[in-house]
């Protein structure tokens, strides 16, 4: 019988288009990340990490460049800690070889950017803003009500 492969090509077509759908529409909606996925920008917890380098000697491409100080309590205190995600291979070093589990990677893979300077993330900073807005009221708003931008 001829256009016999012709039938079951259109057979499949059609199961398809009455079945459901497994197009996401991506700007709309995200897929789920895995647990695995390695990308991003590093996510610095200030509180635990004790400052003691191993993630920026681990990392092969230097990626990392952390400052230190000691405080009055002869403790190491961390001063800087900057990411270059332009220079990162995302191999994960640096997160295994964390004695505290300090850093961990965030699950926003939209870093694109134009300029290479954008690619450079001050881990402190964004680790004190995620911790001034985290559930504490806007100093400026009246009535202890959380300011919006």
Known sequence: ???????KGMGITLKRFVGKKVT??????KLPLSPR????VL??????????????????????DLGT????????H?????YLSGRCLYCDLCIE???TKAIVWDK???????????????????????RGTAGEPDATAPDGEKGED
């Open 1 to 7: 019988m001829q256009g016999k492969g012709l039938l």
């Open 24 to 29: 996401v529409q991506y700007p709309e909606e």
């Open 37 to 40: 996925f390695r990308g991003g």
């Open 43 to 64: 996510d610095l917890s200030v509180e635990k990490c004790i400052a003691c380098g191993l993630c920026a000697m681990s990392c092969p491409n230097r990626a990392i």
């Open 69 to 76: 100080a000691v405080g009055e309590d002869k403790k190491k």
């Open 78 to 82: 961390l001063t800087k800690y900057h």
């Open 97 to 99: 070889a964390c004695p």
């Open 108 to 130: 926003n893979y939209e870093n694109s950017t134009y300029w290479r300077d954008d690619l450079e993330h001050d881990c402190m900073a964004a680790a004190a803003a995620k």
